[in-house]
């Protein structure tokens, strides 16, 4: 069997990454597969441990990197994130494509292992808003957070813009997710099918 594709997707907080790849996950011709992360944030409503993220514990996360099991991590907004190693190996080796949403400050890392890798079945996008105040007005109509918390991901979203250049392609997610989904799925073809050559 082939081994599959490992896909990391970025983008600041509230560009709507889940409402344009939710469609992509459920195209049976694009064989995706979500990796589900790691991290030590609380867990939303409605969220399920082993389906949104691996929730665990500062203590449980740190033996996870003592123990080099994670492909990357980052701290984000003082929590860890991370993805675990054994997890995305088995899933790419049944012949799945991986999806990963991860900050920057992972999928860095994880370009990084790549490149040493020497893996060709790699493929990196930067889902980018249309402005910050579009992104801000997102974040505040979640009413999930607190305001200072807002300003301190709008803080890290026009960090996170700058290194966007860094990844294989930037998509603007737009007025309509639809649109960004398109594209999305049409670079995934493209590199799919370039890789059977």
Not at 2 to 15: A, M, T
Not at 52 to 75: C, V
Not at 143 to 149: I, L
Request: proline letters at 4%.
């Amino acid at each position: 069997m082939k081994k599959g594709f490992l896909i990391v997707i970025s983008g600041p907080s509230g560009v709507g990454k889940r409402t344009v790849l939710t469609p992509l996950l459920n195209d049976p011709e694009l064989n995706l597969t979500y990796s589900i992360s790691m991290t030590t944030r609380e867990k939303r409503e409605g969220e399920i441990n082993g389906k949104d993220y691996f929730f665990l514990t500062k203590q449980q996360f740190e033996q996870e990197i003592k123990n080099d099991n994670l492909l990357e991590y980052a701290t984000y907004v003082d929590n860890y994130y991370g993805t675990p190693k054994k997890y995305v190996n088995d899933l790419r080796n049944q012949g799945k494509n991986v999806l990963l949403e991860i900050e920057p400050q992972g999928a860095l890392l994880i370009m990084d292992y790549i490149k040493k890798q020497n893996d060709h079945k790699f493929l990196s996008i930067f889902i980018a808003p249309q402005s910050i105040e579009i992104l801000k007005s997102r974040l505040l109509g979640r009413a999930t957070e607190s305001k200072a918390k807002i300003e301190k991901r709008i803080k890290q979203a026009e960090w996170e813009l700058s290194l966007k250049d860094k990844y294989d392609y930037c998509v603007v997610n737009g007025s309509d997710p639809k649109d960004a989904t398109k594209k999305i799925k049409e670079i995934f073809v493209r590199s799919f099918n370039n890789a059977r050559k």
